[in-house]
């Protein structure tokens, strides 16, 4: 196969996300006009690019930007012990390992809940930007990048999990009680947000601007 | 006009393939432009996603009826299942995040098997389930949002916290965890889903 580089879209066909099916996109489909094709075998909508991708993925990744300050600002636990009680953001936690030489903690913590999502917003800003830009570097290496964001972002769910296995089973009423705080709440939401918005991004808006001088 | 029956896109970079006309089995095709997978293909697909599925639902019960940890501080003891869990979330107000754990760490692995055995056993008896096509993208939709092998590091993040604290002690659904994660993803590496698709052409 050395023929010239056809996509889909190029043949006028959509390709459904779920079962892979080619269609012919109706004739004279604009892109203004929203008259939705589904899916002959499976029944999913059809659409040449995921709808709005841009403007969608901008959307949330912002939220999870908005969402990222207050979950470090606030605790994510709140220990009660012998009277006193002690609260601990994301930091103070990772911090307190670190010093105490805990440091496989530490940096566990550290990789799940701000290496990961930072990393994972960078990325996307850069794709969402890079596309809009029509950036015709790299688009391998940009599509790479892409599938890191979509495998990574589970990850971070490990400090809510943590949570909630110390507020489990740490429950000695006055000897020692963790109670979950309202930063968790904020950080499971980032989680949940970037997660969605790797899912809206359309990788394939980064290679329809090679396209566009390539073959045109 | 292009005969589209033997081609497909690549999801990731809309270049079109064409779908060789023998693939061999356990082979892995993908997109020459950017490398992503187009398709793997599964030899008895069917039998070893059945086969993987049953043992999974063994997992997750036991996984789920024994608690995981138990925790021990000056002669008082408590354990936590993970219901327990939630239950302590939402006991304390935080409904949202026990919300979100009972979503990624139950229903959703749970739906998920139970949703294989109601496609792949009839399957193997040669019948078609009922609304194949959609209980199948419903099934390929839930999969970004399970989530129980991250919650196993949760655990074990979780102990090496409390170990200098207390004694901590492991229990049985601990290790069923572990397992129902190798099942798990082994189930989904031998969903062959072109098998699934064909299956829905072939009813049509």
């Known amino acids: ?216 | 006009m292009i005969d589209t029956s033997n081609l497909i896109a690549c999801h990731e970079c809309d270049l079109l393939h064409r779908i060789p006309a023998q693939e061999g089995l356990h082979c892995v095709s993908r997109c020459r432009r950017c490398n992503a997978m187009l398709h793997r293909g599964v030899e008895n697909s069917i039998d070893r996603t059945l086969a993987l599925t049953f043992a999974g639902l063994i997992l997750f019960v036991v996984a789920n009826y024994f608690p995981f940890l138990a925790f021990k501080l000056q002669g008082q003891e408590t354990q936590t299942t993970l219901i327990s869990g939630v239950i302590g979330l939402h006991d304390e107000g935080k409904w949202e995040i026990a919300l979100l754990v009972l979503l990624t760490t139950i229903v959703v692995p749970l739906t998920q098997l139970l949703l294989q055995l109601y496609i792949f056993l009839p399957l193997k008896l040669n019948r078609t389930p009922w609304f194949l096509a959609k209980v199948f993208r419903f099934a390929g939709k839930l999969s970004p949002w399970s989530m129980m092998e991250v919650f196993l590091i949760g655990i074990l993040v979780a102990i090496v916290k409390l170990v200098g604290m207390a004694q901590i002690i492991p229990g049985v659904a601990l290790w069923s965890f572990a397992l129902l994660i190798v099942v798990l993803a082994a189930a989904s590496a031998n969903m062959d889903s072109r098998v699934v698709w064909d299956r829905v052409e072939y009813q049509r």
């Open chain 1, 1 to 216: 196969m050395t023929d010239a580089l056809l996509t889909a879209e190029d043949a006028g066909l959509l390709s459904c996300h779920s079962c892979s099916l080619l269609t012919r996109a109706k004739s004279g489909a604009d892109p203004g006009a929203h008259e939705e094709q589904h899916c002959p075998r499976c029944g999913s909508a059809l659409h040449m690019r995921k709808p709005d991708s841009l403007t969608r993925t901008w959307a949330l990744v912002i939220a999870a930007f908005l969402c990222y300050i207050p979950a470090n600002l606030l605790p994510m636990t709140v220990v009660t012990s012998l009277g006193k009680v002690q609260s601990d953001t994301i930091m103070s936690g990772v911090i307190y390992f670190l010093q105490h030489g805990e440091w496989p903690i530490g940096l566990v913590i550290l990789i799940a809940s701000v290496v990961v999502p930072l990393t994972k917003l960078f990325i996307l800003v850069y794709l969402l930007i890079s596309v809009q830009r029509k950036s015709q570097w790299r688009p391998l290496e940009r599509t790479r990048l892409y599938r890191v964001t979509e495998a990574i972002g589970r990850w971070s769910m490990t400090d809510i999990y943590v949570v909630t296995i110390l507020v489990a089973l740490v429950r000695l009423g006055n000897l020692a009680t963790i109670e979950a705080g309202i930063g968790a709440i904020f950080f499971g939401g980032v989680v949940v947000l970037t997660i969605i918005a790797a899912m809206t991004f359309d990788p394939r808006e980064i290679w329809d601007n090679m396209e566009s001088t390539n073959d045109r």
